[in-house]
Antibody, heavy 116, light 109 residues
Framework: VQVVESGGNLVEPGGSLRLSCVASGFTFSSYSFNWVRQAPGKGLEWVSYISSRVSIQYYADSVKGRFTISRDDAKNSVFLQMDSLTDDDTAVYYC??????????WGQGTLVTVSS | EIVLTQSPGTLSLSPGERATLSCRASQSVSTSYLAWYQQKPGQAPRLLMLRASNRATGIPDRFSGSGSGRDFTLTISRLEPEDFAVYYCQVFGSSPLYTFGQGTKLEMK
């Protein structure tokens, strides 16, 4: 199982960024996925979830209305579109495979820095 | 929303010693929904324990989990140098879908 995130960058407050996550080593379309973030020196915060098959989406209150999760099963990919970014969104963003009630495989993370 | 409180914040022990990490939930939690993760500096978290007491694939048997209701414990029977890391408990819920404790840092004495 391999999960690889990309797309992190330095962006100004109010800007947008799109993160990508490519996974391999298993039947991608059968699994749900999550994004989890970790601000510098802080703990883990769940951000968003997308289900397999029907792509049901859930979001943390802190990002609802600003972030959009999506997936492309043909490309074994999950995406996180982040709009109206603020300083509080600065974090390492991890893509994690959903194990039902756990997060059973994680990528190495991609750093998003929101700063002017 | 369920809040998870981990204690202690930092635990200083020596290799070979026994480590006991606690996680207390603000309300009763099903053991099916309680997990533990290990995170080493500069690395992603790794699933350690699921359903409160079941080791994830490849996790050595010096790690064990227990508890029910509001109180859960992760025990490392004999610390190895590679066990020094930050440990998070996590519960699966409804809103938010996943909640983490604030973490316990296990440092070498």
């Amino acid at each position: 199982v391999q999960v690889v995130e990309s797309g992190g960058n330095l962006v100004e407050p109010g800007g947008s960024l799109r993160l990508s996550c490519v996974a391999s080593g298993f039947t991608f379309s059968s699994y749900s996925f999550n994004w989890v973030r970790q601000a510098p020196g802080k703990g883990l915060e769940w951000v968003s979830y997308i289900s397999s098959r029907v792509s049901i989406q859930y979001y943390a209150d802190s990002v609802k209305g600003r972030f959009t999760i999506s997936r492309d099963d043909a490309k074994n990919s999950v995406f996180l579109q982040m709009d109206s970014l603020t300083d509080d969104d600065t974090a390492v963003y991890y893509c994690a495979r959903d194990g039902g009630v756990t997060l059973d495989s994680w990528g190495q993370g991609t750093l998003v820095t929101v700063s002017s | 929303e369920i809040v998870l409180t981990q204690s202690p914040g930092t635990l200083s022990l020596s290799p070979g010693e026994r480590a006991t990490l606690s996680c207390r939930a603000s309300q009763s939690v099903s053991t099916s929904y309680l997990a533990w993760y290990q995170q080493k500096p500069g690395q992603a978290p790794r699933l350690l324990m699921l359903r409160a007491s079941n080791r994830a694939t490849g996790i050595p048997d010096r790690f064990s989990g227990s508890g029910s209701g509001r109180d859960f414990t992760l025990t490392i029977s004999r610390l190895e140098p590679e066990d020094f890391a930050v440990y998070y408990c996590q519960v699966f819920g409804s809103s938010p879908l996943y909640t983490f404790g604030q973490g316990t840092k296990l440092e070498m004495k």
